[in-house]
């Protein structure tokens, strides 16, 4: 029995394969009319593939960007745009000074007591609420610097006594006040120790941490410091009536208790809310004197 080869080889011999022109340009035509019918089906299959492809895309986009990604897409968004404003406001001069003496007094809901002697804690405590402030004045175009010096630590480590705080305070203050001429105001953030009734107000149906004004009497400067902080209050009671408790002018005239508002002119401690106060109570207050701040910049 032959092989498929030898087959192939007789059928070669005995017809010779000498097609004629005619063969050849009609075989040629009808190969090239199927391939245009070929290359047609490929594109209609790629255009239909690809446009399957878009109309999948776009039924996703739409699902994802009105059911539930909107939010993420917009706030991906604005976040980059927050980062590029946040680092041009950065390279401004500071118009603010923000620090802490009392950087470890802290809140009942972030420590293991109810006894505001001894509320205190390492990390939980109020110098995120003076970071808060910094933050939000820079969302509203306002270069600010804030002090996270660990004065406590520095007290401890050195045998001071709690007194010497204010002395201890004094010194990054006075050479960033040197180095900065262009800062125009500066706030000692503290907490209260009173009781939440008295530390608290609601408006609108949210709770706020209330805030004093408190001013040091035995300054140098004191009548200018006393009219900065009549101004940041009245504009408060404008604003938001029962948030501010008002300005109290101490009247000891112990140098300690200058709370070193002799250094400049607009200076200020706040006391922001109590010790029965939450950070979130905290943070509100703080946003809202940020707008309070932009609005005395602003008049002057």
Request: net charge negative.
């Amino acid at each position: 029995m032959q092989t498929d080869k030898e087959l192939f080889d007789l059928i070669k011999n005995t017809y010779p394969l000498n097609p004629s022109e005619d063969f050849v340009s009609t075989t040629s035509n009808i190969l090239k009319k199927r391939a245009r019918k070929l290359n047609r089906k490929s594109r209609i299959k790629y255009l239909s593939f690809v446009t399957s492809g878009l109309a999948l895309c776009t039924f996703a986009f739409s699902w994802f960007f009105f059911y539930g990604g909107k939010d993420d897409v917009l706030n991906n968004l604005n976040t980059h745009g927050e980062e590029k404003s946040l680092i041009s406001v950065a390279e401004q001069e500071p118009l603010i000074y923000i620090y802490q003496s009392h950087n470890l007094e802290s809140f009942f809901t972030e420590t293991q007591t109810k006894d505001a002697n001894e509320a205190f804690h390492e990390t939980q405590n109020i110098t995120l609420v003076g970071e808060r402030l910094s933050q939000s004045l820079k969302e509203r175009g306002i270069n600010a610097i804030h002090d996270k010096t660990n004065i406590t630590e520095i007290l401890n480590e050195n045998n001071f006594s709690f007194s010497e705080t204010y002395s201890v305070s004094r010194e990054p203050l006075n050479a960033t006040l040197e180095n900065n001429k262009s800062i125009k105001m500066v706030f000692d953030i503290h907490r209260d120790s009173r009781k939440r009734k008295d530390t608290t107000v609601k408006l609108k149906g949210i709770d706020y941490s209330k805030v004093v004004f408190l001013v040091s009497g035995s300054s140098s400067n004191s009548k200018e410091n006393i009219k900065f902080a009549e101004r940041l209050h009245n504009r408060m009671v404008e604003k938001y009536p029962r948030l501010s408790r008002g300005v109290i002018v101490t009247d000891n005239q112990d140098k300690q208790n200058t709370y070193n508002q002799d250094l400049l002119d607009n200076s200020v401690l706040l006391e922001i809310g109590g010790v029965e106060n939450t950070l979130q109570e905290e943070y509100r207050t703080a946003d809202i004197l940020a707008e309070i701040i932009q609005d005395i910049l602003n008049e002057s």
